[in-house]
């Protein structure tokens, strides 16, 4: 009977022991379920929004403020060129030579024209000479005096005509030399040594280093809003730049460019650095009078937008109250705010500001 009894309180021991073990796991197991609200990151939530907007909002791309297309008036052969795109080029500075011979040659024949005709006025000015002479003296008829006079201005005329052949002739050598007509930078080459050279066909461009502007075009609906001199925010999404320019041209006609009026955005010195031709930017002009947004449309602070690679995101809240990071699709910019397209709703909170580092599945707590 003992070591029954011994038996059972064997067994209650180790049922005891076993349901201890099970309750601290379920513990453990609980207390890793529920996040830790005292080392949660407080954050600032807010829900889209869609009013209407106090600016115009158009884009732009950034482009030099000057730029030529390096070509000749002549047709040849490249025999030299001395740049590639990405170098820089300074005024005066040798671009391109075009073969000449024919031209050289051209340029012997006009200056053994003008020895030739040279001469012959030297030669009729004697005779003019010596008839004025003889008929101041009565020795010599008018007649002959009037064709001693014939004969020197023939000579001088060929001689001036001979000289203006030359003129021609050394303009077009020099279109066989062509050199940059400012510093700056070359952005294309359109030809290689070897290849021929033909009558206003660009062989390279050049852009003036440094002189960016934007170039974006308004619409007709809007363009009375728009005024030289206006403030316009810029913002450069491919490297996240966003400063302040102006206004320094418009254009009063739209006659070639379907209805937009084109403007002209200056852009500050300091803002330069890190900039290049055709880069893509989104203008905010401020307007005295409300420009319509789709009721519907959701939009959110620009500053409140994640990106990763190819991607873009916002934070929100998840029913643990953790953050949850969820991709969505954009459109339009509207000065310092973008429209959602997919993936969050309107009435849907996000993260717009947190006091420390936020990352997927961190424990938040609303402020």
């Not at 010596?130 to 009565?138: I, N």
Request: contains cysteine; proline residues 2%.
């Amino acid at each position: 009977m003992s070591m029954i009894a011994n038996t059972k309180n064997i067994l209650q021991l180790f049922t005891v022991i076993g349901f201890l073990a099970l309750s601290s796991c379920s513990t453990k197991n609980k207390t890793k379920a529920e996040p830790n609200t005292d080392s949660a990151v407080v954050v600032t939530v807010a829900t889209p929004s869609g009013n209407d907007q106090q600016a115009i909002n158009i884009s732009g791309q950034v482009e030099a403020s000057q730029s030529a297309n390096i070509s000749t008036r002549v047709m040849g052969y490249i025999t030299k060129l001395n740049v590639k795109v990405g170098d820089h080029v300074n005024k005066g500075q040798l671009i391109a030579s075009i073969s000449n011979n024919d031209i050289v040659a051209k340029r012997a024949q006009v200056d053994a024209s003008i020895a030739e005709a040279n001469d012959a006025l030297q030669n009729a000015q004697k005779d003019y000479d010596r008839f004025t002479a003889l008929y101041k003296q009565q020795s010599a008829t008018a007649k002959e005096l009037d064709n001693a006079t014939l004969q020197y201005n023939s000579a001088k005329s060929r001689l001036e005509s001979a000289k203006q052949m030359r003129n021609e002739v050394n303009a077009m050598l020099a279109y066989t030399t062509l050199t940059a007509p400012f510093s700056g930078t070359v952005t294309q080459k359109l030809a290689d040594a070897g290849s021929m050279a033909n009558p206003g066909m660009p062989i390279v461009t050049i852009e003036q280093s440094g002189s960016y502007q934007i170039s974006a075009a308004v619409p007709e609906t809007q363009i009375n809003q728009v005024k030289q001199g206006q403030s316009v925010t810029v913002n450069i999404k491919s490297i996240n730049k966003i400063f302040t320019g102006k206004v320094t041209q418009l254009n009063q006609s739209s006659q070639f460019t379907g209805g937009q009026y084109l403007i002209k955005v200056s852009i500050p010195d300091k803002e330069k650095n890190g900039l290049y031709a055709g880069m893509y930017a989104n203008l905010s002009i401020a307007s005295s009078n409300k420009v319509e947004v789709d009721t519907d449309a959701v939009l959110v602070p620009v500053s409140s937008i994640i990106n990763k690679d190819q991607l873009t995101g916002l934070y929100t809240i998840s029913a643990n109250n953790t953050a949850l990071l969820r991709w969505v699709r954009l459109g339009k910019t509207f000065g310092d705010k973008a429209e959602v397209l997919s993936g969050l709703g309107k009435n849907e909170q996000f993260i717009v500001s947190a006091d420390g580092k936020i990352y997927n599945g961190i424990p938040v707590k609303i402020k």
